[in-house]
């Protein structure tokens, strides 16, 4: 089931980034906050896979409902749609990061984990673990970071281009390991 989340995740950020690109290119904020909602719902129903007791789950999908109430509200009251909404981001990727803390406090107390690099969720897991936690200082300072240092922003964006690229590396190496089962 994770893969097929991490496909379709794959093709609705290419969608979201080429639509940004092509069709909002004057503004195109909103297209990266709703990309920023879409993955945090991704991503939590993809560590859902890999934290499998069902009180995480009922607890995750919980989390996700109130997380798009909070985007949306942000965006409605908070801080609009013409910025890129940096709290709703760094909160979600804050509560991606402690999702993957609670998989390694898992992955610690079971003994049998002798060789957790051979583990696809060790993998996937830990590339949106470093995604998450490298981005939350870039999506909280966006907002204060794009009126006051515009052109800082800029470029500042480009840290969150190589996470998702270290990000990407892992997931295929994940995908490696399933493979290898």
């Known amino acids: 089931m994770w893969i097929k989340l991490l496909v379709t995740y794959w093709l609705v950020y290419i969608f979201f980034v080429y639509s940004a690109t092509h069709f909002f290119s ?23 896979q890999f934290l ?12 996700i409902v109130i997380a798009v109430l909070f985007f949306i509200a942000n965006a409605i009251w908070w801080e609009g749609i013409l910025i890129f909404n940096s709290y709703s981001s760094a909160i979600s990727h804050l509560i991606l ?3 993957c803390a609670y998989y390694y406090k898992l992955q610690l107390e079971m003994l ?45 964006w480009d840290i969150n281009i190589l996470l998702t690229l270290i990000m990407n590396i892992l997931f295929a190496k994940g995908i490696q390991c399933n493979w290898q089962k």
């Open 97 to 99: 990061v402690g999702y």
């Open 52 to 63: 499998t007791a069902q009180k995480f789950r009922f607890f995750s999908r919980t989390v």
């Open 112 to 156: 049998q984990t002798i060789f957790v690099e051979k583990l696809t969720s060790f993998w996937i897991v830990s590339g949106i673990f470093i995604y998450s936690a490298g981005n939350i200082f870039l999506f909280s300072m966006h907002s204060v970071l794009a009126r006051d240092y515009p052109q800082i922003t800029y470029d500042m």
């Open 26 to 48: 004057k503004n195109n904020n909103i297209v990266y906050t709703v990309l920023s909602g879409v993955t945090f719902c991704f991503f939590a129903l993809i560590l859902e």
